[in-house]
């Protein structure tokens, strides 16, 4: 059987949900899987690295190897290994390897592609880091990532405002995969030949790609991001705040316009049987691909199908957006895009009539299937996704 190749774009948990998914597609169809991710991310450990080494921001990327990992328990341990997070140390303690005065306050470490220390993985230390499931995650597998940094170029975003003060070292908060990716880039010069060493180190059954070599600056036009002003449309800059911003996104746009596209993902667009869209958080994960000129010729001419899976609940930057403005955001961005099936919850989509004229505007069809876990929180189980995906990617044209 002649491999089916997938592109699947986004970042975050929406893009690890989705990769896991088309893993639990393996026994039934032979999958060649890339994953294509955003480079905007500047909260947390890979706004810290962004702002002091420079380079692409290394969280989302990690988290997409993370999600292809092989089963292999050594490749497992390394996967864990990859999400642990240094956690604070106090100043001064014996064997700490740190110096100085001051007490170290603890708490979660900065939340970026992983968003939680936890989350995909088990206990540090153990090799059982990487089962292939997403069900740890707490909140929905689209949580914004730097939830809780504060704007780059501030004290508190270079600490990482984790509840670290000034006392403690360097690595904390930091997760060991930021750090390797960071290195691998420096060491070879080249972020694509860094992830190929890297999937190589986790046994991947994939490969990762950057949308763009170089990182990307998210801006917003946001009617109400001021509570005390809800009719004033100002500018928000940069991934973390748009992604947690109070206000409505009214128009998206990237710094620089036209980031040059990575050539192996528009290599991969052109050759793929299918392109996946989501799930993820729109504005900061999903949309921003079609927004890289290059990316879109690739994405709008390819002979692949395309598909776009629906978040199970809105989100802060997608507050005021029904499920049906989803769609409508794509064709807003990228007005050629035509996309033939549209993959959505049936209770997270409620009325499906809007949601069916959506789709159809876009040329796609809805298809409606169980995909969310079963204790009621809007996250994608893998398996039921990749159940649904399987009848899907598996039709003949």
Not at 263 to 269: C, K, N, P, Q
Request: charged residues 20%; contains cysteine.
């Amino acid at each position: 059987m002649t491999a089916r190749r997938v592109v699947a774009f986004g970042g975050g948990h929406g893009l690890s949900a989705s990769l896991r998914a088309l893993r639990h597609c393996a026994p039934e169809l032979d999958l060649d899987i890339t994953a294509v991710v955003t480079v905007g991310d500047d909260g947390g450990s890979s706004g810290r690295l962004r702002a002091e080494r420079g380079g692409l921001p290394p969280g989302d990327l990690r988290q997409a190897l993370v999600a292809l990992a092989g089963d292999h328990p050594a490749t497992r341990r390394s996967a864990g290994l990859f999400q642990h997070r240094f956690a604070a140390v106090p100043v001064g303690v014996p064997g700490s390897g740190a110096t100085g005065p001051g007490p170290a306050a603890g708490g979660d470490p900065d939340r970026d592609g992983a968003a939680q220390r936890g989350t995909d993985t088990a206990p540090h230390g153990t090799d059982t880091a990487h089962r292939g499931t997403d069900t740890a995650h707490r909140g929905t597998d689209t949580a914004p990532r730097g939830t809780d940094i504060a704007p780059r170029g501030t004290d508190a975003a270079l600490r990482g405002t984790d509840g670290a003060s000034a006392g403690t070292d360097g690595l904390t908060g930091h997760a060991v995969g930021n750090l390797v990716l960071c290195g691998l880039m420096e060491l070879l010069g080249d972020p694509v030949a860094a992830l190929e060493h890297a999937g190589a180190m986790l046994g991947a059954v994939g490969r990762v790609l950057p949308m763009s070599r170089q990182p990307v600056g998210i801006e917003a036009r946001v009617r109400g991001a001021d509570p005390a002003a809800p009719d004033q449309v100002r500018t928000v800059s940069g991934q973390h705040q748009v992604a947690v911003t109070t206000g409505r996104v009214e128009s998206l746009r990237l710094t620089p316009s036209a980031p040059p596209a990575c050539a192996e993902a528009i290599e991969a667009i052109r050759a793929a049987d299918w392109l996946i869209f989501g799930p993820g958080s729109w504005y900061t994960s999903v949309l921003p691909h079609l927004l890289v000129p290059q990316l879109a010729d690739a994405i709008v001419s390819t002979s692949a199908r395309r598909l776009v899976t629906l978040n199970l609940a809105a989100e802060k930057e997608t507050l005021g957006l029904s499920v049906a403005d989803h769609l409508a955001a794509l064709h807003w961005y990228l007005p050629e895009l035509k996309v033939d099936l549209v993959l959505a919850d049936a209770k997270a989509v409620g009325d499906p009539e809007p949601v069916e004229r959506a789709a159809e505007s876009l040329g796609a069809r809805l298809v409606l299937a169980p995909v969310a876990v079963v204790d009621g929180t809007p996250r994608h189980d893998p398996a039921a996704l990749g159940a649904a995906l399987v009848p899907v990617l598996g039709a003949d044209r």
